[in-house]
């Protein structure tokens, strides 16, 4: 198989895994009355309370005035709360409400128990996945613009 035949199998691989982990997390949000930006939103407050909203834009690769939309719909929702920085008055963190939190656990479930049947792949394979994953990202990044923000 030559360089170019090799380029297209990997494009076609990623595209349809990518493709496929989409479509779970649409409908697991659809069921849930909350769309797929706003539970990455819940999930990144989870992971770190009192984002700011151009922490949580930068975080979720998408600009402030798309993420001041998604995060007053999520507070009219009672899922999130804006509170004045204990560090810098000037500045709005996001945090989780209970309700937000409660929210969040829900759909990671779903979404985790959809996926169930990756738990059964042994170690090695999972290793050398994450391994050659790496190894696509370095060499994309080497041949880009060197950025390994990624």
Do not use: W
């Amino acid at each position: 198989m030559d360089g170019y035949e090799k380029i297209k199998k990997i494009s076609s691989s990623f595209r349809q895994i990518n493709h496929l982990y989409f479509s779970l997390l649409r409908s697991n949000s659809e069921n849930s009355d909350i769309t797929v930006m706003q539970f990455y939103v819940l999930s990144a407050l989870a992971q770190q309370p009192d984002l700011s909203l151009g922490e949580l834009a930068d975080r979720l690769y998408t600009g402030n005035s798309t993420m001041s939309g998604v995060v007053d719909r999520l507070v009219k929702a009672g899922l999130v709360t804006r509170e004045r920085s204990v560090n810098d008055r000037r500045l709005l963190v996001m945090r989780l409400t209970p309700l937000g939190k409660d929210k969040k656990k829900e759909m990671k479930k779903k979404f985790l128990d959809r996926l169930s049947g990756l738990a059964d792949l042994p170690d090695e394979k999972v290793d050398q996945l994450l391994e050659i994953h790496q190894e696509i990202l370095d060499r994309i990044c080497i041949q880009g613009d060197g950025s390994k923000d990624v």
